[in-house]
């Protein structure tokens, strides 16, 4: 099992950037794939980017591509997303989650263990 807890969230003017940070516990981070989803209000959660075990895979969501980028590091046992020229409509609450896979795979859903969130606002 293995528990993730987020930071770096805040508020940013359009156009700027963000990096949040997902820690997890446990000795077996390198077991996982990782990914990081956004929940708006009022709009369902939409997958973001995900990221194989070591780091040699990635995918991104049409709306963030070439704007986001994930990364991870194993021997800190975190998974950042750094966000740039970002807009108001990424406003939302994002959530890093876990699941143990194959060596190579990145997945866009079914997720074994979330965190919590933070929350990140951009202003227009």
């Known amino acids: 099992q293995v528990q993730l807890v987020e930071s770096g969230g805040g508020l940013v003017q359009a156009g700027g950037s963000l990096r949040v940070s997902c820690a997890a516990s446990?000795?077996?981070?390198?077991?996982?794939?990782m990914g990081w989803f956004r929940h708006a209000p009022g709009k369902e959660r939409e997958f973001v980017a995900a990221?194989?075990?070591?780091?040699?895979?990635?995918r991104y969501a049409d709306a963030v591509k070439g704007r986001f980028t994930i990364s991870r590091d194993n021997a800190k046992n975190t998974v950042y997303l750094q966000m740039n020229s970002l807009k108001p409509e990424d406003t939302a609450v994002y959530s890093c989650?876990?699941?143990?896979?194959?060596?190579?795979?990145?997945?866009?859903?079914?997720?074994?263990?979330w965190g919590q969130g933070t929350q990140v606002t951009v202003s227009s």
């Open positions: 990221i194989s075990r070591s780091g040699g895979s990635t």
């Open positions: 989650a876990a699941r143990i896979t194959p060596p190579g795979v990145v997945y866009e859903s079914r997720y074994d263990y």
């Open positions: 446990g000795r077996t981070f390198s077991s996982y794939a």
